[in-house]
């Protein structure tokens, strides 16, 4: 308990740091750049310290579960030995964490508004939420399949930075051919799908399955499934585009 | 009052955000693995622990920073200051005339990624796996360099309007020359932080700045060109953690004597 207290207080200490930086930002530009009052101080300070305190059981609850259960899983379904469960687990993981992922919802709301003004659906509120929903399963499904993609690369030894780069040469050759009003949304998915309590769990899971199979490496081989879940959505969510305009 | 029922609120919806992930490894421990979870006490109070953490860090940030930040991307972008610190003399706005959006775009990207919770997370992780090799702290600096440049860049693509795909060719093209050349096991973490920087706190502050420019700069449109400074920061530090691992190899090859560079293994 004692132990909990002490690193909960460091912890503290650290997320104070990790924030100065913002409160510095915003305070010299709002001073000497542009010069306005700053209304409600006492609140701000106040917002501060709820900001503080947020991360630091975010970070104490991380060490506590997130990367434990992410490499129990990996450790155990390694054992276990079954390549059938660990794709399952992957792609679920995966498709799960972006189809309930906030910043998807606005993104896929936001860029539905962009495909009306392009004229590539209707005006209609049931046209819209149409195209939004099928933009988040693409991209719920392209996240499901990047983790299973990775999964699949630290299995067979495959070599990572081939796979990323040919990906995103199809990436630039798709954006060639697609409507220019789905590039800028289709870009900007591939960064917000990965999301902070799904970010540690795929982490631990990569490094847990690489530490626990013989001949990887857990730096070389373990990490690398971010950087699947942040390419796959772009890459959907162009030929979505494409396969919408040919219809 | 108030803040107290969106205290509430918030955390409420980050565990309702989480419930369903912890749901699922619960019942994939219990259905598929069949083996008791160890320590399974303590992975519950540490899932209350990210929830309540997550609700709280949001509701703060969107009590005081967010607002702030869009506030401030506003008032940079407005015609009003731009034409009061504007560099060039006669005619329309020039791109340098942009030069605090610019500036603020590459503090406020750099300084979120630093607090950025998913990035912390990673970082502890390799840390602990490279047995100390990658700093926690070193890295998230490499990061935010990226992150920083990155934003600052995409604002300048939205300014000048020249198309996206563009500078992402061109930043995959640097990713793939420096991946020959950086040491093998830094590749797969630079890879990753691309994709981790842009979670909770950037993404928001930064989707504000490139709407905001958007509408601003005559020409542009919020819809067509507001996008696509978040890919510009997942590009940006794969770049900068490659060469902070080309970094390390530099300084740790300046720092043996002359005599005993034939026992440097070779990278």
Same mark, same amino acid.
């Not at chain 1, 991360?55 to 609850?61: K, V």
């Not at chain 1, 993981?93 to 860029?111: D, H, K, Q, R, Y």
């Given at each position: ?30 001073? @000497? ?16 310290? #709820? ?21 129990? #899983? ?20 995966? @498709? ?25 659906? *209707?005006?209609?509120?049931? *046209? ?47 954006? =060639? ?15 917000? =799908?990965?999301?902070?309590? =799904? ?49 | ?55 709280? !860090?949001?509701? &703060?940030?969107?009590?005081?920073? !967010? ?25 329309? %706005? ?16 750099? /300084? ?20 100390? $090799? ?9 990061? $935010? ?15 000048? &309007?020249?198309? %996206? ?5 061109? &930043?995959?093209?640097?990713?793939? $020359? ?14 990753? /932080? ?26 542009? /449109? ?34 043996? /004597?002359?005599?005993?560079?034939? $026992?440097?293994?070779?990278?």
């Amino acid at each position: 308990m004692k132990n909990s207290l002490i690193a909960l207080s460091r912890d503290a200490l650290f997320s104070l740091r990790d924030l100065l930086p913002i409160v510095l930002v915003i305070g010299i530009f709002q001073i @000497f750049v542009i010069r306005q009052p700053v209304s409600g101080f006492v609140s701000l300070i106040f917002g501060a310290l #709820l900001v503080v305190v947020g991360l630091t059981f975010f970070i104490f609850g991380l060490r506590l579960a997130l990367f434990p259960i992410g490499e129990g #899983l990996a450790h155990s379904l390694a054992r276990k030995g079954s390549a059938f469960w660990l794709f399952a687990f992957a792609f679920v993981l995966g @498709f799960g964490s972006a189809i309930a992922e906030p910043a998807l919802l606005a993104v896929a709301a936001e860029a539905s508004k962009v495909a009306v003004d392009a004229g590539v659906i *209707a005006a209609t509120e049931e *046209a819209r939420s149409d195209y939004a929903s099928g933009l988040r399963l693409v991209v719920a499904f392209s996240v499901g399949v990047a983790l299973l993609i990775g999964v699949f690369r630290i299995l067979a030894n495959w070599s990572l930075p081939v796979m990323i780069i040919g990906g995103y040469i199809l990436v630039i050759l798709a954006t =060639t051919v697609a409507p220019r009003e789905i590039v800028g949304v289709a870009y900007d998915l591939g960064g917000v =799908t990965t999301s902070t309590v =799904t970010v540690p769990l795929v982490t631990a899971l990569g490094v847990g399955l690489a530490s626990s199979l013989k001949g990887r490496n857990a730096m070389t081989d373990g990490f690398g499934l971010i950087a699947f879940a942040a390419m796959t959505p772009i890459l959907f969510v162009l030929l979505y585009g494409i396969i919408l305009e040919w219809t | 009052m108030d803040l107290i029922l969106d205290t509430l609120k918030f955390v409420g919806n980050s565990a309702i955000d989480v419930l369903p992930i912890a749901v699922f490894l619960f019942a994939f421990q219990l259905l598929v693995i069949r083996e008791r979870m160890p320590n399974f006490r303590q992975i519950v109070i540490g899932f209350v622990f990210v929830a309540v953490g997550l609700g709280l !860090f949001l509701v &703060g940030l969107e009590e005081t920073l !967010f607002p702030l930040g869009r506030l401030m991307a506003q008032q940079l972008t407005a015609p009003e200051f731009l034409n009061a610190t504007r560099v060039s003399v006669v005619g329309a %706005l020039d791109w340098q005339d942009y030069h605090w959006v610019y500036l603020f775009a590459a503090a406020i990207g750099f /300084s979120t990624t630093l607090a950025e919770p998913a990035l912390m997370a990673v970082s502890i992780k390799a840390n602990a796996v490279s047995g100390g $090799a990658v700093g926690v702290w070193a890295l998230r600096v490499a990061v $935010a360099i990226g992150v920083g440049v990155g934003v600052s860049l995409g604002c300048y693509r939205i300014i000048s &309007g020249l198309p %996206l795909h563009h500078f992402i060719a061109a &930043g995959y093209l640097v990713v793939i $020359a420096q991946t020959t050349m950086a040491p093998k096991v830094i590749v797969p973490l630079a890879y990753d /932080s691309g994709g981790v920087t842009t979670s909770t706190v950037t993404v928001p502050l930064i989707t504000a700045l490139g709407l905001g420019l958007a509408e601003a700069v005559p020409g542009r /449109s919020a819809l067509l060109d507001g996008f696509g400074l978040v890919a510009f920061a997942s590009l940006f530090p794969i770049i900068s953690v490659l060469a902070y691992g080309q970094l390390a190899v530099l300084r740790a090859k300046k720092s043996e /004597s002359p005599m005993n560079k034939e $026992a440097l293994p070779e990278e």
